[in-house]
């Protein structure tokens, strides 16, 4: 699905009005319908209900909200800010019908006031400021966010918490944007719900589908896009009856170390549940009984080395080369890796240690093989670009990295985000807490070498092994909860997890 810009989701709605003879009350008439509706399936009757409402059109929809609340037995007290006494069209409509249908539920604020009391079990509805705001809060709009966010009540935002910007945050400060418990998107997610920094602003979100011209969005070009189980049904190849494992490609493994030879394992069974024709890994003599025990599935080819890997020979052509997990940053290892990286002339699949490892010799960055997949976590992508205070920081800073080193970044993380060079960015939401397991990581690397091994593209390889890696987690939750999932749990049940989307009808998508 893709995911717009404000200023093209402006663009979307001036189309409609334009186009189709839609008034933006009828829009703000769709918006308030879907809203009062999700809030009426959460709460009953007896909640009391403090809406705040803005000046703009994210004030006439929380304004066209109580109406509609009013008008189903709801309790609703309304507190419209017109400190400028100037109001949007669709704004100032709704408050004149407020005023006919229920004028004491009606508190126009148009200059200083003394905030109202709000009780912990109140239900706050934030209709402040939308997604149309360009500066930050202050003076008393931020107090008065400050004063919501403590009173402890339950809040829900109207399109977006008050104070926060559709797409970047940079300048938000915690104290300056309302802390919503739930909040309520009309018709499209936006950018920066896929932040992580801002996970304490949103709560749960919830995108509400008001029929907002699916043409126009079909259309309108996006460099955003969220990945979702109808795109992976549409991208997973059904496999013809007439083949063998040497139609889905061959990968080299070099991975594990004396005391980490689980990561090689996990990583090679990730691949093998994948789907992959063959894969050889390539580790120290120490760990030939292990990957021989565990995965007889699995080739194994010993390094010189006893305990590290000291040399990564290419004896064959395979499809894919992927380096990492386990495998330590010893001097001898780093030379390895270096060798490798140079000698390179097909996409590389990089991963834990080995990005470690390239932190120590970061001139070879410059000669990674164009769109190689590195997949950090947070801290190897300080580790190889500098310290990031924030997640939006290190977002940009891959968009720029991906580009100057034409390599894809798949930045690991609730909101998994694999960045292409030409600016492209896939984003996931599938996933859950318990892939928060050791290992977890190195069955990403195996599934992602697996698929490009298969002959997926680098950049769909990653975007889609990170879905099928987070819809395996996901199974694995289900079976042994949110504390109890292994590494090995997840890929066990890859296998499964490509099925289910296989098997996705896609009728119902």
Known sequence: MKLFTNDQIRSIERQI??????????????????ISWELMARWRQSKKILIFAGPGNNGADALAVANILIEEGYSVE??????????????????????????????????????????????????????GLKEPLSGGFQSLVDYINNSSATIVSIDIPSGMFAEWNERTLSRNAIHATLTLAVEFPRLSFFIADNAEFLGEW??????????????????????????????IRHRSRFTSKSDYGSCLLAAGSYGMMGAAIMAARGALRAGIGRI??????????????????????????DIVITNIPQKH?????????????????????????????????????????????????????????????DGEFDRLFGIHNSCEARLKRAIEKAAYYNIIILLKGFYTTVIRPDGKIYFLNNGT???????????????????????????????????????AGTMAAAEHGEYGVLATDIAETTGKAIKSIMDTNPDNL
């Open 78 to 131: 309304v507190l419209l800010f017109n400190i400028f006494d100037k109001l949007s069209e669709a704004c100032a409509h709704y408050r004149n019908k407020l005023r006919e249908t229920s004028p004491s539920s009606l508190i126009e604020i148009t200059s200083d006031f003394t905030p109202p009391y709000i009780s912990t079990d109140s239900l706050v509805i934030d209709g402040l400021f939308g997604s």
């Open 206 to 235: 919830k995108v509400l589908d008001i029929k907002l011209a699916p043409n126009d969005v079909r259309t309108e070009t996006s460099p955003y896009f969220l990945l979702e189980k109808s795109d992976a049904y549409r991208l």
């Open 433 to 471: 807490p318990a892939m928060a397991t050791p290992g977890s990581g190195d069955v990403l690397t195996g599934i992602i070498a697996a698929l490009m091994a298969q002959g997926y593209s680098p950049d769909i390889s990653a975007a889609l092994g990170a879905f099928i890696h987070s819809q």
């Open 317 to 377: 052509d395979y499809n894919v080369i992927a380096i990492g997990p386990g495998i330590g940053t010893h001097e001898y290892t780093v030379r390895a890796i270096e060798s490798l990286i140079v000698a390179a002339k097909k996409p590389l699949v990089i991963d834990a240690d080995a990005l470690n490892c390239i932190a120590q010799r970061p001139s070879m960055l410059e000669h990674i093989p164009p769109m190689s997949v590195i997949t950090p976590h």
């Open 17 to 34: 009005i334009k186009n189709e003879g839609v008034t933006t009350i009828e829009l703000v008439e769709r918006a308030a319908s879907a």
């Open 280 to 305: 050889t890994i390539h580790s120290p003599r120490c760990g030939f009984n292990s990957c021989q025990t565990n995965l007889p599935e699995a080739m194994f080819e010993p390094d010189g080395n």
